[in-house]
């Protein structure tokens, strides 16, 4: 990918002719207004490798393939795309490559605890999701997007307790294209990170190595690590790993109130869906034609 390049002048002192101090010509006045044009504004996107503080005892230690675009402009480009609720986006992380079909969100919310004994029913939370998915969907369209829709399990919720990860894929469609969101959840002391790896499904295998690469470098401190709990001063959250699916799932509470899934899941949703704060980009089904405009206007500044 080309990168925009800035040239410094450094002007050097020299003794001119007196012929050149006569006075300007018009034509001379046109070069030197072209001369002085300030430079362009730097991208915001930060080309790896380097070390991205997150915030949040988080780092990211970004490899040499992939850039990260901040906070405040990756959320306005995820609006624009018809994404919304983004104030707990840390960030995009995509691939140098132009041709490269993925993009990667990372979140953090600060929820507490997570306790990680709780069995997870796959079949209960897919229905749970897909009615929650078709209330949501009275938001995107009054805002001008397509509904979409929930396929199914690509890979059902998995937890790993040695590392503390929770993973899973839906795939999700709408009229003309079909996407796969790939989670990851990282618990930690005092909240998680959600990695959400978004591609096509047919490709998803090929990419999943981009997300599990981000998902080894995203680390929290020593001291905020999910092993550092301190259970006579911290906080626990309310809800569990089914919790955590539904939220990434993006189901607010209030649509969970009205098609009547709060009574059956209210142990694990409280305050982790509240006003759909949680909502993610599986809205984002067209990722090709998105993952297109979102390399294009690495070129252009994403922060205006």
């Known amino acids: 990918m ?52 997150l915030g949040h005892d988080l780092k990211l230690a970004l490899p040499e393939a992939y850039e990260y675009l901040p906070a405040g402009p ?13 104030e707990n986006l840390l960030g995009i992380v995509a691939s140098k490559d132009d041709d490269a079909q993925w993009f990667v969100t990372i979140r ?22 897909r009615e929650g998915t078709e209330e949501s969907n009275k938001e995107r369209v009054e805002k001008g997007f397509k509904a979409w829709h929930v396929d ?14 929770l993973v899973w894929a839906l795939s999700v469609s709408d009229d003309e294209s079909k996407s ?8 930690g002391r005092r909240g998680y990170v959600a990695i959400n790896l978004v591609t096509a499904p047919e490709l998803l295998a090929g990419y999943k190595p981009e997300a599990a690469a981000l998902l080894k470098a995203t680390t929290f401190s020593s001291t905020a690590r999910y092993e550092a709990f301190n259970e006579k001063t911290d906080k626990v959250a309310e809800y569990g790993l089914a919790g ?19 009574a059956k899941f209210w142990k694990v949703i409280i305050a982790a869906l509240i006003a759909g704060k949680k909502a993610i980009v599986l809205g984002l089904a067209a990722v090709a034609a998105f993952v297109k405009k979102l390399f294009s206007r690495k070129r252009e500044p994403a922060n205006g």
Do not use: C
């Open 2 to 53: 080309v990168q925009m390049i800035f040239v410094v002048l450094l002007a050097l002192v020299t003794v001119w002719p007196r012929a050149a101090m006569a006075a300007p010509t018009k034509e001379s006045k046109e070069n030197a207004t072209e001369e002085a044009a300030p430079p362009p504004p730097p991208s915001p996107w930060k080309p790896g490798p380097q070390d991205i503080d």
């Open 74 to 86: 990756a959320a306005k480009m995820l609006e624009k795309n018809g994404s919304f609720h983004n």
């Open 108 to 129: 953090y919310e600060a929820e507490g605890y997570i306790k990680d004994d709780e069995k997870i029913d796959a079949n209960e939370l897919l229905s749970a999701i």
């Open 152 to 165: 199914g399990w690509s890979e059902p919720p998995a937890y790993d307790k040695s590392l503390h990860h």
């Open 180 to 187: 796969v969101n790939f989670n990851t959840r990282i618990l």
């Open 244 to 262: 955590l699916v539904l939220g990434g799932a993006g189901l607010g509470a209030a649509k969970l109130v009205k098609i009547g899934l709060l």
